[in-house]
């Protein structure tokens, strides 16, 4: 009897042990429902230091006229209570309260949406938000909308003090308990949720999602890439595709497709991760890092809002004008379809190395290889990824136009060189890098210029 009873004590036990462990491999953990407020009073620029929260503006409030293209520009306070994790995928804090911001960028009629939201990690490498892969032409023709999270501390600490009356409550390291972006990885869960799967105030106001999508440029590319690689296999996903641009990307196959889009800048060595079902690898020759294109978007915006454009004295003509972000816009359209329809994105020739590990080019100077924009392709000017000097010189590539005897050396007549720049984009367009709008784009700059006249 003795012998039967502990038996059944034994069993109890197992089954017990059995029932306890049942929560912790009941599968990856929901991401928690924030909560949204807003539209935030005040969408046009006034004064940031204005004691009326009326007056005052989402920083770096784009300059572009998105009311005649109807879109609207509007801004919410997201908060709630987020886990920590730090980098090696641990969780080191749970249902720590935080309040942060979106800016939202969305078409005002719902007649007009794709139903696709690229989400932005806010990039904070200049010490404050940064919506570096905001491309209002691209975004506005497709109808998408666009959302920017600031989701780190040294961003969110920049607010607090370019405008207390606006950005004052906002906190993201758990009363300074965290400041090590431990909460960075489930805010942008919880924003993702909130456009995704919205209750109560949603930030699209009536648009419906169908598809959401995580992008983010440089630095922010790394924290997603922990996010994706360390995190997302221990909670439930929120964004159906990724997009990692100018930056890492993971090494983990999930289900969620990647895209990862490179500047010349960011291609460093010939050792690359393969193609799959799951990840694209595409890399711009002749591109930058941060080129021309973002630095005059912002120079404007930086003059409003922080006093002054940065001016930087670099070992070569700085910023690139090779568009690289007609290349993303391309990657974006691919990442939807992706995960719509199944259909993976072309492939793409990578940037030409020498044996000797570096860059292979041409007897003009440009790289040899990858994808290669009619910039590159049909050039009238040395465009390159790389450059030296202060600050973040070393980011903004180079550009140097050729001199006559060089161009008429390239180009005959300008109907001939013309007739080149359209070849090149056709061939980009059919091949899936370029989209007919920034080929038409291209053309009316060639017909603009002097070459070959």
């Known amino acids: 009897m003795t012998r039967l009873w502990s038996r059944a004590a034994l069993a109890a036990g197992l089954l017990a042990s059995l029932l306890s462990a049942t929560p912790a491999q009941a599968g990856p953990a929901p991401v928690a429902r924030p909560t949204v407020q807003g539209p935030i009073p005040g969408t046009a620029p006034g004064d940031p230091k204005s004691s009326e929260l009326a007056d005052t503006y989402p920083f770096f409030s784009t300059p572009f006229d998105l009311a005649r293209h109807g879109y609207v520009e509007q801004e919410f306070y997201l908060s709630g209570a987020a886990d920590g994790w730090d980098t090696l995928g641990n969780q080191v804090a749970t249902d720590v309260p935080y309040r942060t911001r979106l800016v939202v960028r969305r078409p005002a009629d719902a007649r007009r949406f794709s139903g696709t939201v690229l989400v932005e990690w806010q990039n904070v490498t200049a010490g404050y938000d940064l919506d570096a892969l905001w491309n209002a032409e691209a975004t506005i023709r497709a109808g998408h909308a666009w959302v920017g999270v600031s989701a780190q501390r040294v961003g969110?600490?920049?607010?607090r003090g370019w405008s207390p009356t606006r950005y004052g409550?906002?906190?993201?390291?758990?009363?300074?308990?965290?400041?090590g972006d431990e909460l960075s990885y489930d805010i942008f869960a919880q924003a993702g949720k909130a456009i995704a799967d919205p209750r109560g105030v949603s930030p699209l106001g009536r648009?419906?999602?169908?598809?959401?999508?995580?992008?983010?440029?440089?630095?922010?590319?790394?924290?997603?890439?922990?996010?994706?690689?360390?995190?997302?296999?221990?909670?439930?996903?929120?964004?159906?595709?990724?997009?990692?641009?100018?930056?890492?990307?993971?090494t983990r196959v999930g289900p969620e497709p990647v895209f990862q889009v490179l500047s010349e800048t960011d291609v460093r060595t010939p050792a690359r991760p393969a193609d799959t079902n799951q990840f694209r690898?595409?890399?711009?020759?002749?591109?930058?890092?941060?080129?021309?294109?973002?630095?005059?978007y912002r120079a404007p915006i930086q003059v409003r809002d922080l006093g002054a454009a940065p001016v930087y004295t670099c070992a070569q003509p700085p910023?690139?004008?090779?568009?690289?972000?007609?290349?993303?816009?391309?990657?974006?359209?691919?990442?939807?379809r992706w995960v719509r329809r199944g259909t993976p994105p072309p492939t793409a020739e990578p940037i030409a190395f020498n044996p000797d590990g570096t860059k292979a080019r041409d007897e003009l100077g440009l790289a040899r290889g990858g994808i290669r924009l009619s910039q590159v392709d049909v050039p009238t000017a040395l465009n390159t990824g790389d450059n030296a000097g202060e600050s973040f010189c070393f980011l903004f590539g180079t550009h140097q136009p050729f001199d006559e005897a060089t161009l008429d050396g390239l180009y005959r007549t300008h109907l001939g060189y013309v007739a080149r720049v359209v070849a090149t984009d056709v061939r980009n367009v059919v091949a899936g890098y370029l989209q007919p709008a920034d080929a038409a784009?291209?053309?009316?700059?060639?017909?603009?210029?002097?070459?070959?006249?």
């Open 156 to 159: 969110v600490d920049q607010l």
């Open 169 to 179: 409550t906002l906190d993201v390291t758990g009363a300074r308990t965290l400041v």
């Open 207 to 250: 648009l419906t999602a169908r598809t959401v999508l995580a992008i983010g440029a440089s630095q922010s590319a790394s924290r997603m890439t922990v996010y994706y690689d360390k995190v997302l296999p221990q909670v439930r996903p929120v964004y159906a595709g990724y997009g990692f641009i100018v930056g890492s990307a993971p």
């Open 281 to 296: 690898r595409w890399e711009v020759a002749g591109g930058a890092h941060s080129g021309s294109n973002g630095q005059v």
């Open 319 to 336: 910023f690139s004008q090779v568009p690289v972000q007609h290349v993303t816009a391309a990657a974006y359209a691919h990442l939807e």
């Open 441 to 453: 784009e291209n053309l009316r700059a060639a017909l603009r210029s002097s070459v070959g006249r």
